[in-house]
C-alpha cells in the first residue's frame, strides 16, 4: 500500500514524495536504533547486560544521538540533580568568560603599540553583544551557553557571517546553534570520493571539509508544513563544531552524564516517592474503635470530626477508643542519598558540594582537596575542548576580520586567559605564593594567570599608578618601592646615583 501511495504521490508533486521518502528512510533509522541501544539512559530497561557487540563510535553516536539528546534535555528541564550538574559544570569551567590576551615576542615599540591596538579591538569585540547574530551575548556569554548545551546535548555548532557594517567595530558575527540543526541522517558516499557521515563531510583523509546543516531547527517543522526542512552544504571554515571528543574517529558529540543519568533520574523518583508516603501517612491521623457489649451504656461523646486541628480536645463516648497513626520514619535515607550523589557528582567532574551545595563536612583541607580535584577536569575541559576546538577557531576569524579593518594580525599570538580562581582562605593561600615567587618557583606573570588576569595590563596599571603617586609626591603603605614589608621607609635613591647606575649599566 504505501509504493503505492508513493507512486500516486509523487506523480502529482516529485518534492512531496523525496520527502516521504526521508522521513520514512529517518523512521526506519530510529527503529534500527532503539534495537542496538548503547547507553542505559537510551535503553527500556537496566537488568543485566545488553550489548550487540562493540560496535564503531560512529555507529553508537549516530544510533543513540537523537534520543539521548531528547533524553537530557528532559532530564535537565525537569530533573533538580542534572540541572544542577549541568550549571555547575558550567560554572566552574566558563566562569565570567575565558578573556583574549594578544602578545608578540617582538619587544619594539612599534610591535608593541599594534599588540595594544589589537588588544583593544579584540577587547571591544568580544564583550559587544552585536557579535552575536541574535543579540543576546557577547563571547563570554557564547562561551557559556555553548559549553551548556553541549553537556546537556552533546554538541554545539557556531556559524561565522561576515557582515558589510562593523557593527561590534570588526565586520565579524557568530551564530550559535544547537547541535538538531545538522543533518545526522545524512550518509551517503560522494562521486568526488568524499563521504558525508551523519552530516559532516569528509575527504578522503577524513578530515572534515564541510557541514550539512538545516535551514530552520527540525522542531519547528512540522510533517505538515508548507515549508520544507532542507539541509545545505556549509564549508568547515565557516562553521565550529564544539563537542567532546572521547574516541578516535569520533564526528559526533554525546551529552555528559549518560553513565549516571539513570541513577539521577530513579533517586529523584525515589526522593518523590518518600515524600507522597509522608504526605499520605500524614493525611490519617487516627482510627476510632467502638467496643460493643452489655452495659456499656453512658452520655455520647461529642460528635467525630472529619479532620483533626492543632489544640483539639475530643471527648468521646465511653464505648470508644481512638488509637493515633504513627508515620514511616526515613532514618537511614539521609546516607543512601548522600552516597548516590556522590557518584553523580564523580561522574559529572565536580565535587558533591559543588553539586548540592552541601558545606557541613568541609574544612579547608578537605576542600581545598575537592576544587584541586575537579579543578584538573575542569582545566583539562578547557585546554582539550574550549580553547582548541572553539577559541582558537575564533581567533582565526577574528585575523581575517582585522586584515578587513586595515590591520595585520597575522604575526601575533592570542593567549586565553581562565576566569579568576577564589580563594578558600586569603590569609592561608596569599603567603605561599609570595613565598613561591620570590624563591623562583613561580613567576610572576603565571601567578597573575592563575587569577584570571593579564600581566601586561596589570603591568600597565602599575606603571601608571606610580606615575601619578609620584607627580603628587605620595607614599602608599602598599608601594614596595617607598616602604618595606615590615612598614619600614625605604630610603630614596639619589638622582645622582641612579643617573651613573643607567650610565653603568650601559656601558655593560
Same mark, same amino acid.
Given at each position: 500500500?504505501?509504493?503505492?501511495?508513493?507512486?500516486?504521490?509523487?506523480?502529482?508533486?516529485?518534492?512531496?514524495?523525496?520527502?516521504?521518502?526521508?522521513?520514512?528512510?529517518?523512521?526506519?533509522?530510529?527503529?534500527?536504533?532503539?534495537?542496538?541501544?548503547?547507553?542505559?539512559? =537510551?535503553?527500556?530497561?537496566?537488568?543485566?547486560?545488553?550489548?550487540?557487540?562493540?560496535?564503531?563510535?560512529?555507529?553508537?553516536?549516530?544510533?543513540? *544521538?537523537?534520543?539521548?539528546?531528547?533524553?537530557?534535555?528532559?532530564?535537565?528541564?525537569?530533573?533538580?540533580?542534572?540541572?544542577?550538574?549541568?550549571?555547575?559544570?558550567?560554572?566552574?569551567?566558563?566562569?565570567?568568560?575565558?578573556?583574549?590576551?594578544?602578545?608578540?615576542?617582538?619587544?619594539?615599540?612599534?610591535?608593541?603599540?599594534?599588540?595594544?591596538?589589537?588588544?583593544?579591538?579584540?577587547?571591544?569585540?568580544?564583550?559587544?553583544?552585536?557579535?552575536?547574530?541574535?543579540?543576546?551575548?557577547?563571547?563570554?556569554?557564547?562561551?557559556?551557553?555553548?559549553?551548556?548545551?553541549?553537556?546537556?546535548?552533546?554538541?554545539?555548532?557556531?556559524?561565522?557571517?561576515?557582515?558589510?557594517?562593523?557593527? #561590534?567595530?570588526?565586520?565579524?558575527?557568530?551564530?550559535? *546553534?544547537?547541535?538538531?540543526?545538522?543533518?545526522?541522517?545524512? =550518509?551517503?558516499?560522494?562521486?568526488?570520493?568524499?563521504?558525508?557521515?551523519?552530516?559532516?563531510?569528509?575527504?578522503?583523509?577524513?578530515?572534515?571539509?564541510?557541514?550539512?546543516?538545516?535551514?530552520?531547527?527540525?522542531?519547528?517543522?512540522?510533517?505538515?508544513?508548507?515549508?520544507?526542512?532542507? #539541509?545545505?552544504?556549509?564549508?568547515?571554515?565557516?562553521?565550529?563544531?564544539?563537542?567532546?571528543?572521547?574516541?578516535?574517529?569520533?564526528?559526533?558529540?554525546?551529552?555528559?552524564?549518560?553513565?549516571?543519568?539513570?541513577?539521577?533520574?530513579?533517586?529523584?523518583?525515589?526522593?518523590?516517592?518518600?515524600?507522597?508516603?509522608?504526605?499520605?501517612?500524614?493525611?490519617?491521623?487516627?482510627?476510632?474503635?467502638?467496643?460493643?457489649?452489655?452495659?456499656?451504656?453512658?452520655?455520647?461523646?461529642?460528635?467525630?470530626?472529619?479532620?483533626?486541628?492543632?489544640?483539639?480536645? *475530643?471527648?468521646?463516648?465511653?464505648?470508644?477508643?481512638?488509637?493515633?497513626?504513627?508515620?514511616?520514619?526515613?532514618?537511614?535515607?539521609?546516607?543512601?542519598?548522600?552516597?548516590?550523589?556522590?557518584?553523580?557528582?564523580?561522574?559529572?567532574?565536580?565535587?558533591?558540594?559543588? *553539586?548540592?551545595?552541601?558545606?557541613?563536612?568541609?574544612?579547608? =583541607?578537605?576542600?581545598?582537596?575537592?576544587?584541586?580535584?575537579?579543578?584538573?577536569?575542569i582545566n583539562g575541559d578547557r585546554n582539550r575542548i574550549i580553547i582548541p576546538?572553539?577559541?582558537?577557531?575564533?581567533?582565526?576569524?577574528l585575523q581575517e576580520a582585522l586584515e578587513l579593518h586595515g590591520l595585520s594580525?597575522?604575526?601575533?599570538?592570542?593567549?586565553?586567559?581562565?576566569?579568576?580562581?577564589?580563594?578558600?582562605?586569603?590569609?592561608?593561600?596569599?603567603?605561599?605564593?609570595?613565598?613561591?615567587?620570590?624563591?623562583?618557583?613561580?613567576?610572576?606573570?603565571?601567578?597573575?594567570?592563575?587569577?584570571?588576569?593579564?600581566?601586561?595590563?596589570?603591568?600597565?596599571?602599575?606603571?601608571?599608578?606610580?606615575?601619578?603617586?609620584?607627580?603628587?609626591?605620595?607614599?602608599?603603605? =602598599?608601594?614596595?618601592?617607598?616602604?618595606?614589608?615590615?612598614?619600614?621607609?625605604?630610603?630614596?635613591?639619589?638622582?645622582?646615583?641612579?643617573?651613573?647606575?643607567?650610565?653603568?649599566?650601559?656601558?655593560?
Open positions: 500500500m504505501g509504493n503505492i501511495v508513493d507512486k500516486f504521490v509523487g506523480f502529482f508533486s516529485a518534492e512531496a514524495a523525496l520527502h516521504r521518502e526521508i522521513n520514512r528512510a529517518s523512521l526506519e533509522n530510529l527503529k534500527r536504533s532503539s534495537a542496538s541501544m548503547s547507553y542505559d539512559v =537510551t535503553g527500556n530497561g537496566r537488568r543485566g547486560f545488553k550489548t550487540n557487540g562493540d560496535a564503531s563510535v560512529k555507529s553508537i553516536s549516530s544510533n543513540n *544521538l537523537v534520543v539521548a539528546r531528547k533524553n537530557m534535555r528532559e532530564l535537565y528541564r525537569n530533573n533538580s540533580i542534572i540541572k544542577s550538574a549541568v550549571d555547575a559544570k558550567s560554572y566552574h569551567t566558563v566562569g565570567d568568560g575565558i578573556r583574549p590576551s594578544i602578545r608578540s615576542d617582538a619587544k619594539s615599540k612599534a610591535k608593541q603599540n599594534k599588540v595594544k591596538q589589537v588588544q583593544r579591538l579584540v577587547s571591544l569585540w568580544a564583550g559587544s553583544i552585536k557579535a552575536d547574530v541574535y543579540g543576546m551575548h557577547n563571547l563570554f556569554g557564547q562561551q557559556f551557553i555553548g559549553f551548556k548545551t553541549m553537556c546537556s546535548a552533546g554538541g554545539v555548532l557556531i556559524v561565522r557571517q561576515r557582515t558589510l557594517e562593523a557593527k #561590534s567595530g570588526l565586520h565579524l558575527q557568530i551564530k550559535m *546553534l544547537e547541535g538538531d540543526f545538522l543533518d545526522h541522517l545524512r =550518509t551517503v558516499t560522494l562521486e568526488n570520493g568524499h563521504e558525508i557521515i551523519n552530516g559532516v563531510e569528509v575527504d578522503r583523509d577524513e578530515q572534515v571539509v564541510a557541514y550539512w546543516l538545516f535551514d530552520r531547527h527540525p522542531g519547528d517543522v512540522g510533517f505538515f508544513s508548507r515549508k520544507k526542512n532542507i #539541509s545545505r552544504r556549509h564549508p568547515a571554515e565557516n562553521v565550529i563544531h564544539m563537542f567532546d571528543c572521547e574516541r578516535p574517529g569520533q564526528l559526533l558529540g554525546m551529552p555528559k552524564g549518560l553513565a549516571s543519568a539513570i541513577k539521577a533520574k530513579n533517586l529523584e523518583e525515589f526522593q518523590d516517592a518518600r515524600l507522597e508516603q509522608q504526605k499520605i501517612a500524614a493525611c490519617f491521623v487516627g482510627t476510632v474503635s467502638t467496643t460493643q457489649g452489655i452495659g456499656n451504656t453512658g452520655p455520647a461523646g461529642d460528635p467525630l470530626p472529619e479532620r483533626a486541628a492543632p489544640g483539639q480536645i *475530643l471527648r468521646l463516648g465511653n464505648n470508644q477508643t481512638m488509637d493515633f497513626n504513627t508515620p514511616p520514619t526515613v532514618s537511614g535515607q539521609h546516607d543512601f542519598i548522600t552516597e548516590e550523589l556522590h557518584q553523580i557528582a564523580s561522574d559529572w567532574g565536580i565535587t558533591y558540594q559543588a *553539586l548540592v551545595g552541601d558545606l557541613t563536612q568541609v574544612n579547608f =583541607t578537605s576542600g581545598r582537596m575537592g576544587w584541586l580535584d575537579m579543578h584538573r577536569k576546538l572553539l577559541l582558537e577557531r575564533i581567533w582565526a576569524w594580525a597575522r604575526d601575533l599570538d592570542c593567549d586565553w586567559i581562565p576566569p579568576r580562581r577564589e580563594m578558600f582562605d586569603p590569609t592561608k593561600e596569599i603567603g605561599p605564593l609570595i613565598k613561591a615567587i620570590r624563591a623562583g618557583l613561580k613567576p610572576m606573570q603565571r601567578a597573575l594567570l592563575e587569577q584570571g588576569d593579564n600581566p601586561d595590563v596589570i603591568m600597565d596599571q602599575y606603571k601608571e599608578w606610580n606615575e601619578q603617586a609620584d607627580a603628587r609626591n605620595l607614599i602608599f603603605d =602598599t608601594d614596595p618601592r617607598r616602604v618595606s614589608g615590615a612598614g619600614n621607609a625605604n630610603p630614596i635613591p639619589d638622582d645622582d646615583e641612579e643617573e651613573k647606575e643607567d650610565e653603568k649599566n650601559k656601558a655593560a
